[in-house]
C-alpha cells in the first residue's frame, strides 16, 4: 500500500523481523522499508493533502510513518501487534497513553483518534488516513459484554458441544516442530467473535462521524485487510471455509481478502466486480482519485483500479503474483504464485513442486489439475518465473544443518 510495489520488488517478504528455518533457509530481506521509496502519503501531501496514520506500521525500527510523508502517527511503531495487549496502559514505542484512562480498549481509542481528526481537521483542505488498526491480531482480547453475547449465541446454537479444532500434520519450521497444526474447522470462538464485531462497530462510527461532517460523498474509504484469518496456529481462532488454510499460507484463505470501497456518487453502492486487483494498485488508484499525477516508476508493479471501481467489465489489470520465501508459524512452507483469471499456481520450493486451480469451478483448491491441463501450468510457471527475474526475488537456499537439527529429536505428541 505504502510503495505500489510487490513485496518481493521492496524484498521485505516476511513479517519483521522474523527468520524461520526448514528445509530450506529464509530467503534474505530487508527488516527496514528504505527511505528512499516515495510513499503514496508523500505524494498526496505534495498534492496539498494532510496526511494522518493510526495504528500498525510493522515495517522497521529504523522509521515511522512520519518519514514516508505522513503529518500525524498515532500508536504506529516497529511492533506488528500490541505486544501488551488490547488494553490500556499499551506502552507502545513513542507513543504517550499517560493520560489514557486505564483499561481504555485499543480498537476504540484509535477510532476515537481518528474521529477527532477528522472533526477537528482544516475544512479546506483535503485528507487522507491510513487507519491501520492493531485488531484483529494476536492478542485475542475483546470487551467483555460481547464475548459474553457471542459465548451464548454458541451455546444456543449448539457449538459449544461441537470439537472445533483438529490437529493435523507437525510443523515444518524448525522451531515449531514439536507442535502440529491445529485446524479450526468451525466458527465458534467467543472472543474472536467479539472482537470482530468491536472492530465493525468502531468502522460504522467512522462512517458516521464522514457524515456528521458533511463530506462521506466526497471521501473514498477503501477496507481491507493483509492476510486471511488466523486458522492453523496460536490458538487457531477462526475459519476461513470454503477457502483453504489462512494466514501464513499460500492458498486461498491466506492471500483471498475482502475489499469493500465506498465512495458515493462514484461508486455504485451494491454492485460488485470480478476484476483481480492486489494491495500494490492502490497508490496509483489514490493517485487517479486525488487528479494527481501517476508515479509509474515508483509504483512499478501497480495499475489503477479506478475503472473497475466504476463499472467497466472489461477492466483487466493482468495477472497478480505473491512471493513467500519463508516458513510461516502458522504452518505455511515457502512458496511463490501466479493468478490469472481463473487460473492459480502455486510453486513449493521445497519439493519444486507445481499446483494448478480453476478458483471459479474449485474456491477450495481441492483438485490439483496440473497433471490434467500440463500446458496451463507450464504457461504459468514460466510467466512466474519471468516475474521473480524481473523483480529479483529472493529464493530460498537448503538449509545444510537440517538433518543435525532434526536429529534425535522425537516429536512431542
Known amino acids: ?28 530481506y530487508l527488516h527496514n522499508l528504505p527511505k528512499e521509496e516515495v510513499g503514496v502519503a508523500q505524494v498526496l501531501k505534495e498534492g496539498g493533502y494532510v496526511t494522518w496514520h ?38 507502545i514505542p513513542g507513543y504517550d497513553d499517560s493520560d489514557i484512562p486505564e483499561g481504555t480498549y485499543l480498537t476504540d481509542h484509535l477510532t476515537d483518534r481518528a474521529i477527532g481528526l477528522i472533526r477537528d ?39 459449544d458441544k461441537i470439537p472445533a479444532k483438529i490437529k493435523c500434520e507437525y510443523m515444518t519450521v524448525l522451531h515449531k516442530k514439536n507442535e502440529r497444526v491445529e485446524r479450526r474447522i468451525i466458527q465458534s470462538d467467543a472472543e474472536y467473535a467479539a472482537m470482530i464485531e468491536n472492530l465493525d462497530t468502531n468502522i460504522g462510527r467512522l462512517l458516521s462521524a464522514l457524515e456528521e461532517a458533511g463530506i462521506a460523498d466526497n471521501t473514498a474509504v477503501f477496507f481491507t485487510s493483509d492476510n486471511g484469518g488466523l486458522s492453523t496456529s496460536e490458538g487457531s481462532p477462526t475459519c476461513n471455509f470454503p477457502l483453504a488454510e489462512g494466514k501464513g499460507w499460500m492458498y486461498e484463505g491466506g492471500t483471498r481478502e475482502p475489499l469493500i470501497v465506498r465512495w458515493p456518487n462514484q461508486v455504485q ?8 486487483t492486489t494491495t500494490p494498485d ?37 495477472a497478480i503474483f505473491w512471493h513467500y520465501p519463508h516458513y510461516s508459524n502458522q504452518g505455511g512452507v515457502p512458496g511463490c504464485s501466479v493468478r490469472r483469471d481463473e487460473w492459480k499456481l502455486i510453486e513449493f520450493f521445497e519439493e519444486q513442486r507445481l499446483e494448478l486451480y480453476n478458483l471459479h469451478e474449485d ?27 524481473s523483480v529479483d526475488a529472493k529464493i530460498p537456499e537448503p538449509n545444510p544443518d537440517y538433518a543435525k537439527q532434526m536429529r534425535g529429536e522425537k516429536h512431542a505428541d
Open 282 to 318: 492502490f497508490y496509483p488508484t489514490f493517485c487517479e482519485m486525488a487528479g494527481l499525477p501517476l508515479r509509474p516508476d515508483q509504483h512499478t508493479d501497480g495499475m489503477s483500479i479506478l475503472p473497475a471501481l466504476q463499472g467497466d467489465e472489461n477492466f483487466d489489470r493482468g
Open 1 to 28: 500500500v505504502m510503495t505500489g510495489k510487490y513485496p518481493a520488488t521492496v524484498n521485505i517478504t516476511n513479517w519483521i523481523p522474523g527468520e524461520p528455518k526448514g528445509r530450506l533457509l529464509s530467503a534474505p
Open 121 to 159: 481537521r482544516d475544512g479546506n483542505k483535503p485528507f487522507f488516513m491510513h487507519l491501520s488498526h492493531y485488531a484483529v491480531h494476536t492478542p485475542i482480547q475483546a470487551p467483555p459484554d460481547l464475548v459474553a453475547k457471542y459465548e451464548q449465541k454458541a451455546k444456543d446454537l449448539g457449538l
Open 54 to 91: 493510526l495504528g500498525k506500521w510493522h515495517l522497521g525500527e529504523e522509521n515511522t510513518p512520519l518519514d514516508f510523508g505522513f503529518d500525524v502517527n498515532v500508536a504506529g511503531c516497529h511492533w506488528g501487534h500490541p505486544r501488551e495487549g488490547y488494553w490500556a496502559p499499551w506502552q
Open 363 to 389: 474456491i477450495g483448491e481441492d483438485r490439483n489439475l496440473a497433471a490434467e491441463h500440463p500446458e496451463i501450468a507450464a504457461e504459468l510457471h514460466q510467466l512466474l518465473i519471468d516475474w521473480r527475474e
Open 269 to 276: 453502492a451494491g454492485t460488485t466486480t470480478n476484476a483481480l
